[in-house]
């Protein structure tokens, strides 16, 4: 069982940064892909990033390349996601994600086995 809580949303300017922390409980969080995903009212949820469990992989989604990163911490069972650049189109609710021990980096809701509850990002205009 793998419990994720997500931290660090926020309001903030276009072109400002916001950094989220996602903090994962169980003993098998250094074995498991992570992944970010965001949604908003009325929407699918979005695929934004994944990092491997090896660390040496991080697809990102189009939207986001260039601007977003995503790190992971294994001692500390903490995966990031820092956020540049931002634009109001970035407006959503931002959820991490554990997938299956040793698996991939998928980008599909169906390829993760856990989910936080999310924390809002708001970016003004």
């Known amino acids: 069982q793998v419990r994720l809580v997500e931290s660090g949303g926020g309001l903030v300017q276009a072109g400002g940064s916001l950094r989220l922390s996602c903090a994962a409980s169980?003993?098998?969080?250094?074995?498991?892909?992570m992944g970010w995903f965001r949604q908003v009212p009325g929407k699918e949820r979005e695929f934004v990033g994944a990092?491997?469990?090896?660390?040496?992989?991080?697809p990102y989604a189009d939207s986001v390349k260039g601007r977003f990163t995503i790190s992971r911490d294994n001692a500390k069972k903490i995966v990031y996601l820092q956020m540049n650049s931002l634009k109001p189109e970035d407006t959503a609710t931002y959820s991490c994600a554990a997938g299956t021990q040793y698996g991939g980096t998928g980008r599909t809701i169906g390829s993760y086995d856990y989910w936080g509850q999310g924390t809002q990002v708001t970016v003004s205009s």
């Open positions: 169980g003993h098998t969080f250094s074995n498991r892909p």
């Open positions: 990092i491997a469990w090896t660390g040496n992989i991080t």
